[in-house]
């Protein structure tokens, strides 16, 4: 099965910049269509929620409106790889940040939960 290793993760100071990283390997899941890989975030005493995503196939991504203008997902030179460019950090995004694989139907909203059945282990991102 699919393999997600994050890396990136770290303590910044309000206002910095981070930048997480995922490399999936084991990869088999073809054709692309609709498989997303995507970055969600859990803090300590909260749900895990829904940061970005993208669309292998095409590359189109969704930013969530709460880091909208701040995140930026995208995919890395190697295959099967997506970055998540985070700046103008702020207290509140301190969480520890999971890469995730899944496919997710045209329509659908893409940061679903429910609809990633592949999770890496995480990277603690600590803004303070």
């Known amino acids: 099965h699919v393999q997600l290793v994050e890396s990136g993760g770290g303590l910044v100071q309000p206002g910095g910049s981070l930048r997480l990283s995922c490399a999936a390997s084991?990869?088999?899941?073809?054709?692309?269509?609709?498989?997303?890989l995507g970055w969600f975030r859990q803090a300590p005493g909260k749900d895990r929620e829904g940061v970005a995503a993208?669309?292998?196939?095409?590359?189109?991504?969704i930013v969530d409106d709460s880091v909208k203008g701040r995140f930026t997902i995208s995919q890395g030179n190697r295959q099967h790889t997506i970055h998540l460019q985070m700046t103008s950090l702020k207290p509140v995004d301190t969480a520890v940040y999971y890469c995730?694989?899944?496919?997710?139907?045209?329509?659908?909203?893409?940061?679903?939960?429910?609809?990633?059945?592949?999770w890496g282990h995480g990277t603690q991102v600590t803004v303070s």
């Open positions: 993208i669309y292998l196939a095409d590359g189109d991504t």
């Open positions: 995730a694989a899944g496919r997710v139907p045209y329509g659908d909203w893409i940061l679903t939960i429910s609809l990633y059945n592949y």
């Open positions: 084991n990869f088999t899941e073809f054709p692309y269509n609709n498989y997303c």
